[in-house]
């Protein structure tokens, strides 16, 4: 036991070691505004290099991935279902598809489910 918390203590150590090290040898001296901008032939740029991105993809995104996850918790319930009583599984089942159904509707109100607008 004693070991496992001296070898936690080395790593943690080391690790901070490594960080600060890595964040003193990162850090830029000059800031020069004509390197941090797009190179566009030395000329002044047209307009703004970046592009604006839309919230809306990320929103979908986010909302797939938490699906996703919820989908990969249901599949396991048909393994569990011979182990464990029946009434049980069933209560667990129903809440559990239930949360999943006022997230569905919640989200259909607020629109995030529209690619239209």
């Not at 936690?8 to 490594?18: A, E, P, S």
């Not at 740029?45 to 990320?58: E, Q, V, Y």
Request: hydrophobic share 60%; glycine share 4%.
């Amino acid at each position: 036991m004693n070991s496992m918390i001296l070898t936690g203590m080395i790593l943690l150590i080391i690790t901070t070691i490594i960080m600060m090290v890595a964040s003193i040898i990162s850090k830029k001296s000059i800031i020069d505004r004509e390197k941090m901008s797009p190179f566009e032939c030395g000329f002044d740029p047209f307009s703004t290099a970046r592009i604006p991105f839309s919230l809306r993809f990320f929103l979908i995104a986010v909302i797939f991935l938490i699906f996703d996850v919820e989908i990969a918790l249901l599949l396991p319930m048909m393994m569990v279902m011979y182990a464990s009583q029946i009434k049980v599984w069933i209560m667990v089942s129903m809440i559990f598809i239930m949360i999943l159904l006022i997230g569905l509707y919640y989200e259909w109100k607020q629109g995030a489910l529209e690619w239209t607008n």
